[in-house]
């Protein structure tokens, strides 16, 4: 109930005046990337403007978060405990989709500049964007504690260059053991503690090639697949004690 | 060389997959076992997803286990009748293991399961050896030039049916052969393995077969039962990388001859003790991992 008056006051009594004043333009250097047999995570730049009226204003400093999240699953955290002198799986709790890759880049240190208010209402850093519901829950604090050891939640601070508080860039990696699907990027404008413009598009991450061509034949066609493989096997396995024995000859 | 696999969904270096393929092949050419217990831990290790990991190393064992087959087949060192009569059991067997596979995973405590399984019969098969094979070396160290050994009368030549096996110099009846196999089929598909490392001890020590002739006929008893069971993941599962599965396997099959061509030139027994201490290493490495605190006591996914 909270959460809808204040939706209600950025809405009616913000947005409207400072998005007039200052707005967000941006592009990335790619909006597909192509998982291929060679792929080993990619890099993608975020670059951009900030599109004026009026002169800059004096009052506050301007800065600029940038988040990319990868496609959501549900997921199951199980733990461990001891039971009969040994280590074993004794709970499992199914949560809710989190996004398998989570990144927030911005020019500056981040409780500098959001204020959790702002952090709540845009779900910016992962502590708010991961299950904000479930604050507090031991699996919950597992699930982002796993994801940030993995280098897949990641917060990189400092890391988008403001140039005359006009233009901006950064870039992001993304991981080499990268999920297929869609990855949003959002662009957020803060002055003064509150999100004056926002942006927001989408990356596109696909198989291609033989990678794609694989995948989809182990799904659509899986027994086809399965004596393809047990025939490579054969193959293979014939294929090198003839070549040793050609060698010793 | 980086490399991304389809199906495990991650990249990988591809030399080290060679490298664990070449490995787990020398191994497996040396001893007779597929080298399933020895390659799932090591993807594991290198970051590839279990379930991709189990599934595709049946893969990997059809290939090496071929390549050492007709490696022994040239040197007539299988005793086909033999394995033909393990592989009827053991097809029964993969068969039974594979429900109680399913109904352990219902219950949610299938890699509990599986490690318990394996930390069991590692340790004893592996401690059984190295006492036996010691033994054994002590005894020809003590009598150099003794009178050859006289065939012991074992248990298994009481029971009908019987069968001549020539290649291995057996008359025995075929029910402890099917026996055997129905128990290491489902074991190999409850630990999602060949089982070569419970079949090569039980063809020794249960059927009294010459070591000459268990690897050969343990391999090609292998093929089968592997081939099995990937065809089986490949359909239910969709766990198979045919792309992580090709590198492990060239690695494989070349380790495979190596080995073969290295089992050649070292003594039974020693083979033995090797291939005992293994095993004994792989399930102490298990058995603390159950033990010690984890350091980390959640854990994502299936």
Redesign the interface.
């Known amino acids: 109930m909270r959460m809808r008056h204040l939706i209600a006051l950025v809405a009616f009594t913000f947005l409207p005046l400072m998005a007039q004043a200052e707005q967000v333009v941006a592009a990335l250097s790619q909006t597909r990337v192509a998982?291929?047999?060679?792929?080993?995570?990619s890099e993608i730049l975020v670059y951009g403007a900030i599109k004026r009226e009026d002169a800059i204003p004096e009052n506050d400093p301007l800065d600029v978060i940038i988040t990319v999240a990868g496609p959501e699953h549900v997921?199951?955290?199980?733990?461990?405990?001891?039971r009969f002198?040994?280590?074993?799986?004794v709970e499992?709790q199914v949560v809710g989709h989190t996004p398998t890759f989570y990144t927030v880049a911005s020019t500056r240190a981040l409780h500098d500049i959001l204020p959790p208010l702002t952090d709540s209402l845009w779900k910016i850093t992962a502590d708010k964007r991961i299950l904000p519901g479930m604050r507090g829950l031991?699996?919950r604090e597992?699930?982002i504690?796993?994801?940030k050891d993995a280098d897949l939640y990641r917060t990189r601070e400092g890391e988008v260059d403001l140039i005359q508080d006009t233009l901006f860039n950064t870039s992001i990696a993304l991981p080499?053991?990268?999920?297929?699907g869609v990855y949003t990027t959002r662009i957020f404008l803060v002055r003064g503690g509150q999100v004056i413009d926002s942006y927001g598009t989408s990356i596109n991450v696909q198989?291609v090639g033989?990678?794609?061509w694989?995948?989809n034949l182990?799904?659509d066609n899986?027994?086809i697949?399965?004596?393809?493989?047990?025939a490579?096997?054969?193959l293979?396995?014939?294929?090198?004690?003839?070549a040793?024995?050609l060698l010793r000859r | 060389m980086q490399i991304f696999l389809p199906i495990a969904e991650v990249s990988v270096n591809a030399f080290m997959l060679l490298g664990i393929g070449g490995v787990v092949g020398v191994l497996s050419g040396m001893f007779g076992v597929g080298g399933g217990f020895l390659i799932t831990p090591l993807l594991f290790f290198v970051g590839i997803p279990p379930a991709v990991a189990v599934a595709t190393s049946a893969n990997q064992i059809v290939a090496s286990s071929v390549s050492g087959v007709l490696a022994h087949l040239k040197r007539k060192t299988v005793d086909l009748k033999m394995g033909m009569v393990l592989l009827a059991g053991g097809l029964v067997g993969s068969a039974i293991g594979i429900q109680i596979f399913n109904l352990l995973k219902a219950m949610g405590q299938v890699d509990l399961l599986v490690t318990l399984c394996y930390v069991v019969f590692l340790g004893i098969i592996g401690f059984l050896m190295l006492i036996e094979s010691l033994r054994a070396m002590k005894r020809a160290k003590g009598r150099p030039g003794g009178r050859p050994e006289r065939k012991k009368h074992l248990w298994v030549h009481t029971l009908p049916f019987k069968m001549k096996f020539r290649a291995s110099g057996l008359y025995i009846s075929a029910i402890p052969p099917i026996g055997v196999g129905i128990m290491v089929g489902m074991l190999g598909a409850v630990m999602g393995v060949g089982g070569g490392f419970i079949m090569v001890p039980a063809m020794i020590y249960i059927l009294g077969m010459p070591t000459k002739v268990v690897i050969g006929t343990s391999l090609f008893q292998i093929i089968f039962t592997a081939g099995f069971t990937t065809l089986l993941h490949a359909y239910t599962n969709h766990t198979v990388d045919v792309l992580l599965a090709f590198l492990l396997l060239f690695g494989g099959v070349i380790g495979a001859q190596i080995g073969a061509q290295i089992g050649l030139k070292l003594k039974a027994e020693q083979l033995r003790i090797l291939l005992a201490l293994l095993v004994l290493v792989v399930c102490l490495k298990l058995g603390i991992d159950l033990l010690i605190t984890p350091k980390e006591l959640y854990s994502l996914g299936v």
């Open positions: 998982v291929n047999a060679n792929f080993d995570g997921e199951t955290i199980r733990r461990k405990d001891r002198g040994i280590w074993i799986n499992a031991p699996a597992a699930l504690r796993l994801r080499s053991n990268i999920d297929e198989k033989i990678e794609r694989l995948y182990a799904y899986a027994l697949y399965g004596i393809m493989a047990l490579i096997a054969g293979f396995g014939w294929g090198a004690s003839e040793f024995r």
